[in-house]
């Protein structure tokens, strides 16, 4: 008795087509295609929101900014001199 595999699939079934996928992950390329525009830094001088934020926090930092401001612009600050190398007041 003589039968056809293709009929009788589960008596004659390939091993290597139930074995389970073994690769996962590769990340050949990816280099290659993230440099291919330049990795670029993150743009300063975006603002970053405060919605949301405490806002007992958000007034003291607002009263700080306007301090910091004033004693930047105070004439005794000013001269040569008084400032270090980070442009803060001595």
């Known amino acids: ?3 056809n595999t ?3 699939g589960f008596l004659c079934r390939d091993p290597e087509a139930d074995m ?3 690769k996962n ?3 050949h390329n990816q280099n290659f295609k993230a440099h ?3 990795i670029k830094r993150p ?3 975006t603002k970053i929101s405060t919605k949301g934020m405490d806002p007992k926090f958000l007034r003291n930092q607002k009263y700080a900014k306007k301090n910091n ?3 930047k612009a105070h004439p005794k ?3 040569k001199g008084k400032t270090d190398h980070f442009g803060a007041p001595c």
Do not use: I, P
């Open 77 to 79: 600050n000013r001269s």
């Open 1 to 3: 008795f003589f039968f």
């Open 36 to 38: 291919r525009n330049g």
């Open 20 to 22: 389970a996928k073994s």
């Open 69 to 71: 401001a004033a004693a």
């Open 43 to 45: 743009s300063l001088g």
């Open 25 to 27: 992950h590769t990340n």
């Open 6 to 8: 293709r009929e009788l």
